[in-house]
Structures are given as C-alpha cells and as structure tokens.
C-alpha cells in the first residue's frame, strides 16, 4: 500500500500541472523583437533649409517614420487584446496590396 506523503507529492505535483498549463493563452505569441525597439525620428539635413528636393525628402522620411511607428502601436495593441487586456479598441491589421 502506498504512503500517505507519497500519495499527496503526487496530487500536489499533478495539481501544479494544471494550474501552469491553464495559464497560457492560446494563440497568442509573443510580439517582435522589433516592436519593442523605439525608432529614432529623421534628422533633418542642412540642405533642407536651402533645397526643396531635401525638404521633400525629409518630409517623406518623417511620413514613413510616423506610420511605422502606428503599425507597431497597431501590433502591440493587437498582440495584448489577444492576452485578454479590457478596454482595447485596436485598428485592424493593414493590408497592402503587393506591387505587380
């Protein structure tokens, strides 16, 4: 017949099992590496003073900065409604159409 203490190290390790494996949330992954990195904003250049070629360019630059920056706020939003946090109301992921 088996011990009393044998027995109960027995529930007590099944009974942990289960409580680990309630914890996680499926289908959620974890986010990128790369949506945790903060991406620096553009610097301008001298010439954007005196080119309007430079002021365009970096206008343009600030333009993609910006919207990468709201992607990854949109995947960071996507990726804790997923882990179930309240109050979210994240964008849907964009879609782009591929070129050709």
């Given amino acids: 017949?088996?011990?009393?203490p044998f027995l109960m190290a027995c529930l007590m390790i099944v009974s942990c099992g289960v409580a680990v494996a309630s914890c996680e949330t499926p289908g959620a992954s974890l986010p990128r590496a790369e949506?945790?990195?903060?991406?620096?904003?553009?610097?301008?250049?001298?010439d954007v003073l005196t080119s309007r070629i430079a002021g365009?360019?970096?206008d343009n630059a600030v333009e993609?900065?910006?919207?990468a920056g709201w992607a990854q706020v949109g995947r960071l939003c996507r990726f804790f409604d997923e882990m179930g946090m309240k109050g979210l109301d994240c964008p849907a992921p964009e879609t782009r159409p591929k070129p050709g």
């Fill in 1 to 4: 017949m088996p011990r009393k």
């Fill in 35 to 46: 949506d945790l990195r903060v991406l620096p904003k553009p610097i301008p250049s001298d």
């Fill in 56 to 58: 365009e360019q970096h």
């Fill in 64 to 67: 993609a900065w910006g919207e």
